[in-house]
Antibody, heavy 123, light 107 residues
Framework: EVQLVESGGGLVQPGGSLRLSCAAS????????MDWVRQAPGKGLEWVGR??????????YYAASVKGRFTISRDDSKNSVYLQMNSLKTEDTAVYYC??????????????WGQGTTVTVSS | DIQMTQSPSAMSASVGDRVTITCRAS??????LAWFQQKPGKVPQRLIY???YLQSGVPSRFSGSGSGSEFTLTISSLQPEDFATYYC?????????FGGGTKVEIK
């Protein structure tokens, strides 16, 4: 069974840091790009960023709202992707999801999501 | 960044109704558009990719159309399990952007 499990969420003060993890199982993790998406309480979905696979040089992309503060990395030996979040702001409060990217009919897209981990930024 | 404007933001409909949701991109995105359904407290599920391709396992009452900058998601006959929030996502260029969502409620 394909599964993604996020962890590392919690309460952090503004200006603080947090590292989220997403552990993958049931598929060849190293083949896939991985995305992070977040959802603030009662709000819509926001794409956070992407990390490509080794074949594509682990290239990363970010939303403007997190660029320079968040860093996505991966460890293929541990089947895991990470989201390092620095200089956190109250507006970063959200549920954070990781998602697997698959290529279907030439289109890259999110087909499996984790259950999410909650990050609360508050003093 | 490409802005995705989704309409309506909310709607009430009855079981059996035909429902249409629209997403407009601030610039052309070819057909690099996906639709997701999210039920309360649940993880989003992809319904449509490539603007019009039905995700495996998704009922055929869902369909997508459009190309360029205007796209629609149609539910041909609304079922009780379809009451949810729907989002479009453009993945033509980075950073990717979601529409604001359409909440479909029971009339």
């Amino acid at each position: 069974e394909v599964q993604l499990v996020e962890s590392g969420g919690g309460l952090v003060q503004p200006g603080g840091s947090l590292r989220l993890s997403c552990a993958a199982s049931g598929f060849t993790f190293s083949d896939h790009y991985m995305d992070w998406v977040r959802q603030a309480p009662g709000k819509g979905l926001e794409w956070v960023g992407r990390i490509k696979n080794k074949a594509d040089s682990y290239t990363t992309y970010y939303a403007a709202s997190v660029k320079g503060r968040f860093t996505i990395s991966r460890d293929d030996s541990k089947n895991s992707v990470y989201l390092q979040m620095n200089s956190l702001k109250t507006e970063d409060t959200a549920v954070y999801y990781c998602a697997r990217i698959v290529v279907t009919a030439g289109y890259y897209g999110m087909d499996v999501w984790g259950q999410g981990t909650t990050v609360t930024v508050s003093s | 960044d490409i802005q995705m404007t989704q309409s309506p933001s909310a709607m009430s409909a009855s079981v059996g109704d035909r429902v249409t949701i629209t997403c407009r991109a601030s610039q052309g995105i070819s057909n690099y558009l996906a639709w997701f359904q999210q039920k309360p407290g649940k993880v989003p599920q992809r319904l449509i990719y490539g603007a019009s391709y039905l995700q495996s396992g998704v009922p055929s009452r869902f369909s997508g159309s459009g190309s360029g900058s205007e796209f629609t998601l149609t539910i041909s006959s609304l079922q009780p399990e379809d009451f949810a929030t729907y989002y479009c996502l453009q993945h033509n260029s980075y950073p990717f952007t979601f529409g604001g969502g359409t909440k479909v409620e029971i009339k």
